[in-house]
């Protein structure tokens, strides 16, 4: 402060000092014309930087800071320095804002900020696709009018700021997106505003609900044969006396509904094994030779001589997988095969190459699928004709084996059918799995 004040006095001090020359040399009134000229000049000089400072002000960047000597040289450099902290600080709050938005972009919730009337402040990309908002014109708009389901509106309403966030979420379809459920919960913070959090749940309502359909049909499949032999069960209590005919049909008929059950247990326990994803595949290389030579014998156990079956080997490759899998995957297919078609027909094994890629492929000439029921025969239980598929001892789910099987393969299953014509069922292996050599 004190070295400011002598440095503005120097140059008064100085044409004061000049004015006192002047006097000695001339005249009072020179030297009073002569100081004021000076000062003129020291007013002058301090106008012009004043001006550049005021014009510099208007877009104060540090790169053009003006020059200047003297005490104005200190103010600009002070300056200078302000600035350029000034901008420091802009740069990393700004890469801070930048990582928060970052960090919300990539959360897998929506979030959106709502003031004490209800209005968007601002939301994250997952939100406004939950609630088709548009990020420019949605901001500070009342949620209410943008998302208008009555359950929203209300579930907006009835949670007031301040009440605890924890309590029970709203689920809700979108009105634009029908397949979509979402889980909506409000945070109350930051006094009066709340946090709207959204969450998509809708592949864990799905998996919910086929759980759901899984017990059913289990517990209906399980039903009708538990039925049959508790019938036969109550009648041979009732009836101690029945002929041994009797008796032998209906322990036939018992034997054949426990067998069923058995059947149904077997294929839920493999697929549960087959579910399991801590049971990794094991790998070996599989001779498809052998392989498909016992396939083929257990297929004309099954056929009984009433299909032509035959078994074409056009590849040699070995095959890299897990071979009590792939022997239940192949034999799952020829089973259906050989059940699908009546007497009479053909049926053709064949263990090919397209591509590089292995394939293993069963041809039928049988009943063939409408090509309605083509993408949905791997869902569990699912049959295009009921009865048919209990009369030959079907689960249900043998195709859902044979797709998990495959999906442990990284194989595809295709399936071609023309309904009264035939089917076929081929799987694709990728080319890795192809060995060729020992
Ligand atoms: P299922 O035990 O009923 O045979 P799958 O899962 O093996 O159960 O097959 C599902 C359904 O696909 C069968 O019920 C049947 O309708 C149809 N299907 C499977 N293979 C064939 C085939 N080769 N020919 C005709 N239909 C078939």
């Given amino acids: 402060m004190h070295d400011f004040w002598i440095r503005v006095s120097i140059p008064v001090a100085l044409s004061a000092l000049a004015a ?11 030297a009073l014309v002569s100081m004021l000229v000076l000062l003129l000049i020291v007013m002058a000089y301090h106008a012009r930087q004043l001006f550049k400072l005021g014009e510099w002000l208007k877009d104060a960047r540090p790169e053009t800071i003006p020059e200047a000597g003297g005490i104005w040289d200190e103010v600009f450099s002070q300056l200078y320095k302000m600035v350029k902290k000034h901008n420091q600080t802009k740069q990393k709050l700004a890469e801070e804002l930048q990582h928060m938005e970052q960090a ?22 997952i939100a406004q696709q939950h609630f088709d908002l548009d990020a420019e014109h949605d901001i500070m708009q009342d949620i209410t009018y943008l998302v208008r389901q009555p359950e929203f509106v209300e579930y907006i309403h009835e949670s007031p700021s301040g009440k605890s966030g924890l309590g029970k979420p709203l689920l809700m379809r979108p009105l634009r997106h029908a397949d979509m459920v979402l889980s909506i919960r409000l945070i109350p913070y930051g006094g009066d505003k709340r946090l709207l959090i959204t969450r998509d749940i809708t592949q864990f309502e799905r998996v919910e609900a ?14 009708t044969p538990l039925t049959v032999v508790n019938g036969f069960v109550e009648n041979l209590q009732d009836m101690p006396d029945l002929g041994q005919d009797d008796a032998r049909r209906a322990l036939h008929l018992m034997a054949e509904q426990t067998r069923r059950m058995e059947n149904l247990v077997a294929d839920l326990l ?4 087959l579910e399991n994803d801590q049971s990794p595949l094991r790998e070996e290389t599989v001779d498809m030779s052998a392989l498909l030579d016992e396939i083929y014998r257990d297929g004309r156990l099954l056929s009984g001589k009433k299909h032509t079956l035959q ?13 009590e899998e792939l022997l239940s995957a192949f034999g799952n297919l020829l089973g259906n095969a050989i059940r699908y078609t009546p007497e009479g027909g053909a049926i053709l094994l064949s263990w090919s190459e397209r591509d590089g890629q292995p394939v293993f492929s069963v041809q039928d000439s049988g009943i063939g699928i409408a090509p309605e029921h083509i993408p949905r025969l ?20 043998g195709l859902a084996i044979v797709k998990h099987i495959a999906i442990r393969h990284q194989a595809k ?14 799987l694709v292996f990728p080319v890795r799995r192809q060995m060729t050599e020992d």
């Fill in 311 to 323: 078994l074409e080997m056009q590849s040699k490759a070995k095959l890299l997988g897990n071979r």
């Fill in 270 to 273: 493999t697929l549960s094994r």
């Fill in 413 to 426: 299953l295709e399936i071609s059918s023309e309904e009264g014509k035939g089917s076929t069922f081929a």
């Fill in 210 to 223: 086929m759980r759901r359909d899984f017990v059913a049909n289990v517990s209906h499949e399980l039903r």
């Fill in 20 to 30: 006192l020359v002047i006097w000695g040399m001339f005249s009072a009134a020179i």
């Fill in 104 to 125: 919300t972009a990539a959360l897998p919730e929506g979030v959106a900020i709502l003031n004490e009337a209800n209005r968007l402040e601002w939301f994250n990309p």
């Fill in 378 to 397: 791997t869902e569990r239980f699912y049959r295009v004709d009921r009865s048919r598929s209990r009369e030959t001892g079907g689960t249900g789910l």
